[in-house]
């Protein structure tokens, strides 16, 4: 059963990697429905069951969907509920077969140890929520595997003050946690291997109310208010006193600022250990 599944995942990924040029041309709406199906479909042949919870706001409209982040099945598990450009890190782009998939699907690359480049990327979502799109990210900055979260990195949520679009929340969980877990230097492999093996894996995706601009100007204000939203059962980061608000229009003072904001380098380790899960475990470094 569980080469079944791999067989029947990797062929429906290949599947959509050989009708994307086609996909492309076709009408905004058009073709967010056949990248919806096409997740939808990635995640059953993979034996994973989703469900969703909540209201997903209005298509049409600029949002900037943040997640907390498990697995690389929170990419298609997003996509098939709000499917959008997704942020990823520039790894990716080098996997065999989905780094070329997420590419041709317009995929924003971001280079997590090159922080010269992050204002170009901030200045891509702003271009991207300006045209109307949806972009998805996970500000956790890495996969986060444990029973804790990891906090929300606040550069990229400048691009929704600065073009005023919503903050849309959302929740992943998955049972068993431990099988859908990517941690560490865990091959995509090996990862998928476990996937496939695990009867039964559910994951759950939750649409928490948006957040609004208006009511949080600025760019860490507003990663606290989703990092509350996303994980209420956490106790607040502690912060420095806010910055002043930031004007709407994007302007190069505020995209240095976002370049040297030491908050959003990526640690080392963003795992919490598990010691009943061996798939938590803490490690040096993780895939986003």
């Keep these: 059963m569980a080469c079944a599944r791999l067989a029947a995942g990797l062929a429906t ?18 073709r967010l429905a056949l990248v919806r199906l096409w997740a939808r479909t990635v995640l059953r042949a993979f034996g994973v069951r989703p469900a969703v919870t909540g209201a997903p706001p209005a298509a049409g409209r600029p949002v900037l969907v943040v997640a907390n982040h498990v697995s690389w099945l929170d990419i298609p598990l997003v996509a098939a509920v709000l499917p959008g450009r997704m942020i990823a890190k520039r790894e990716v782009r080098d996997w065999p077969v989905l780094g070329v998939l997420a590419a041709l699907g317009g995929t924003l690359f971001i280079d997590r140890d090159g922080l010269r480049r992050l204002p170009g990327t901030v200045r891509e979502v702003a271009g991207a929520l300006a045209a109307g799109g949806r972009v998805a990210a996970f500000p956790e900055g890495s996969t986060w595997c444990g029973r804790a979260g990891g906090w929300f ?17 959302v929740r992943i969980d998955y049972r068993p946690r431990g099988a859908a877990a990517y941690v560490g230097e865990d091959p995509l492999g090996a990862s998928l291997w476990r996937v496939v093996r695990t009867p ?32 209420p059962s956490e106790p607040a980061r502690p912060t420095a006193a806010p910055l002043p608000a930031v004007p709407r229009q994007p302007a190069p003072p505020g995209y240095r600022a976002v370049a040297s904001d030491s908050a959003n380098r990526p640690s080392s380790s963003v795992h919490h250990r598990d010691s009943s899960n061996p798939a938590s475990a803490s490690s040096a470094r993780t895939p986003s």
């Design 13 to 30: 990924v290949l599947l959509g990697v050989l009708l994307l040029p086609a996909v492309g041309p076709l009408p905004t709406a058009g």
């Design 153 to 169: 990195r606040p550069a990229l949520f400048q691009a929704a003050v600065d073009t005023g679009s919503d903050v849309q929340p």
């Design 200 to 231: 039964g894996l559910a994951a759950e995706i939750r649409i928490l109310d948006p957040i609004s601009v208006i009511q949080y100007p600025e760019r860490r204000l507003l990663a606290a208010a989703a990092q509350r939203a996303v994980h």
